[in-house]
């Protein structure tokens, strides 16, 4: 208990310092780093509370990160829209009994620089701009390029309504997308050191700096989205630099398509928005290996959010919902995988509300289900490990509640949060999962963050 007042203490002490010295040399204009002082906006205008975007963020996005002049005065390098991040967080766990405690639990109740990152973020012409952030993962200890999504927008009217059309590069699919449902923004707004269920899907990050992809996108009448890109694995090339840092372990044969419909009603304070996505993605049981067969991965989702903004309160919720088919044409000869097909499922709903932007959190709900394969899951892996599957299948589900605090008056700067996830069930099972009497709730996680942006 002492250790974790301690880990606490150095949390919130050493942001908040940091956070006094940067606001004794910022003015209010400048809140949100780059983006703010390029487009002269407050952070307000663009977020609920970061990164949850309001619909002049979405706007501002789909514009190519273009808006504004802020800096058109400024003399190199201060005309350079570039700014930093600085997240410091300590992860308690319920119980870290393994046979290799080092290697499943390596940052656990320890008081981390989880991220240190810079990255451009604005205008590079009058219609192109992009967002890319290099870091260091505190995590993973290791330098990277986290995210990219370099963008050319424009629009044209037809008859008297808007189409809003652009072109996006970026190194992970949903970096780009502009709504909350999707995985790259949705809560949890940040990972924790606890231990990751090992099932997810394409949509669920699976191919995060993976690969590159290039899309078209079109926004009409701000009522109807549509985007479709194309995604490659980036493991060598001239485009090799948007996931440099990154080592290639999941390599894509040919091209995986990916898309985006979404309808979106906004109505004063009320903005709701409801859409389908998808993703295919024929990939190698062995990265290292691309002279064998490929494995099929293909998913379907539905998600919706509704976002509430005033003054004083701000509620919102989003909803997604994951199918994915996996064919395993390779691994299931090789005896990789025990079933010649599964499918896992993925639904996850959240709700937040926030007073005056400045004290508020979120409540979470998550859940994956699927196929019993003994193979795929590692079911039959005779070790104590905290990520062995002694049932085979890759049931998941539980609860995520968090709640932040925003210390400093008109900037969303400066955030702390605490955060508890409970866990009613992992890989399979709510008791003895892995064979070795370890139980889901072994892995509920108490996680502190503070969270710096200048």
């Known amino acids: 208990m002492k250790n974790w007042r301690r880990g606490c203490f150095g949390v919130v002490s050493v942001v908040i310092t940091a956070g006094a010295l940067w606001a004794a040399s910022s003015s209010p204009a400048q809140a949100v780093p780059s983006f703010s002082r390029q487009s002269g906006q407050t952070c307000a205008s663009c977020h609920t509370v970061f990164p949850e975007l309001t619909p002049f963020g979405r706007q501002f996005k789909l514009r190519g990160y273009t808006l504004g002049n802020g800096l058109a005065d400024k003399e190199f390098p201060y005309s350079l829209p570039l700014s930093a991040s600085l997240i410091v967080s300590r992860t308690s766990l319920g119980d870290t009994k393994a046979?290799?405690?080092?290697?499943?639990?390596?940052?656990?109740?320890?008081?981390?620089?989880?991220?240190?990152?810079?990255?451009?973020?604005?205008?590079?012409?009058?219609?192109?701009?992009?967002?890319?952030q290099y870091?260091?993962?505190?995590?993973?200890?290791?330098?990277?390029?986290?995210?990219?999504?370099?963008?050319?927008?424009?629009?044209?009217?037809?008859?008297?309504?808007?189409?809003?059309?652009?072109?996006?590069?970026?190194?992970?699919?949903?970096?780009?997308?502009?709504?909350?449902?999707?995985?790259?923004?949705a809560f949890p707004h940040l990972a924790d050191a606890g231990v990751m269920p090992p099932v997810n899907t394409l949509l669920d990050m699976f191919l995060a700096q993976q690969v590159k992809g290039l899309g078209f996108y079109g926004y009409w009448n701000n009522a109807l989205y549509a985007e479709f890109s194309l995604y490659r694995t980036n493991k060598s090339g001239l485009l090799r630099p948007l996931s440099a840092g990154v080592p290639t372990t999941t390599v894509v044969d040919n091209y995986a398509p990916y898309w985006?419909?979404?309808?979106?009603?906004?109505?004063?304070?009320?903005?709701?928005?409801?859409?389908?996505?998808?993703?295919?993605?024929?990939?190698?049981?062995?990265?290292?290996?691309?002279?064998?067969?490929?494995?099929?991965?293909?998913?379907?989702?539905?998600?919706?959010?509704?976002?509430?903004?005033?003054?004083?309160?701000?509620?919102?919720?989003?909803?997604?919902?994951?199918?994915?088919?996996?064919?395993?044409?390779?691994?299931?000869?090789?005896?990789?995988?025990?079933?010649?097909?599964?499918?896992?499922?993925?639904?996850?709903?959240?709700?937040?509300?926030?007073?005056?932007?400045?004290?508020?959190?979120?409540?979470?709900?998550?859940?994956?289900?699927?196929?019993?394969d003994m193979l795929a899951y590692s079911g039959m892996a005779m070790?104590?490990?905290?990520?062995?599957?002694?049932?085979?299948?890759?049931?998941?589900?539980?609860?995520?509640?968090?709640?932040?605090?925003?210390?400093?008056?008109?900037?969303?700067?400066?955030?702390?949060?605490?955060?508890?996830?409970?866990?009613?069930?992992?890989?399979?099972?709510?008791?003895?999962?892995?064979?070795?009497?370890?139980?889901?709730?072994?892995?509920?996680?108490?996680f502190l963050y503070g969270w710096l942006l200048f």
């Open 99 to 132: 046979s290799d405690p080092a290697e499943d639990f390596p940052r656990i109740n320890q008081t981390i620089a989880q991220t240190a990152a810079v990255y451009y973020g604005g205008k590079i012409t009058d219609k192109s701009g992009a967002f890319v």
């Open 135 to 185: 870091n260091y993962d505190g995590i993973e200890r290791q330098w990277a390029v986290e995210m990219a999504d370099i963008r050319y927008a424009d629009s044209t009217m037809i008859g008297d309504r808007e189409l809003l059309w652009g072109l996006t590069l970026n190194n992970t699919p949903t970096t780009q997308d502009v709504w909350n449902t999707v995985q790259m923004w």
């Open 260 to 372: 985006h419909i979404m309808y979106n009603r906004e109505a004063g304070a009320h903005n709701f928005a409801a859409g389908i996505h998808g993703m295919t993605a024929d990939i190698f049981p062995d990265a290292n290996d691309l002279s064998s067969a490929t494995d099929r991965f293909r998913d379907l989702a539905l998600d919706a959010q509704y976002q509430y903004i005033a003054d004083a309160h701000v509620f919102s919720t989003q909803a997604s919902w994951i199918r994915e088919k996996r064919d395993w044409n390779a691994s299931f000869p090789m005896m990789l995988a025990s079933n010649p097909s599964d499918t896992v499922d993925v639904f996850k709903m959240n709700f937040h509300y926030w007073y005056q932007r400045r004290l508020g959190g979120g409540i979470g709900y998550f859940s994956t289900t699927g196929d019993s």
């Open 383 to 446: 070790t104590e490990s905290a990520m062995t599957n002694a049932s085979g299948r890759p049931d998941t589900k539980g609860w995520t509640v968090e709640l932040d605090w925003l210390p400093l008056t008109n900037v969303q700067n400066l955030k702390l949060g605490a955060r508890y996830t409970a866990y009613t069930k992992f890989n399979g099972a709510g008791t003895d999962y892995n064979g070795f009497g370890r139980n889901a709730s072994d892995n509920n996680a108490t």
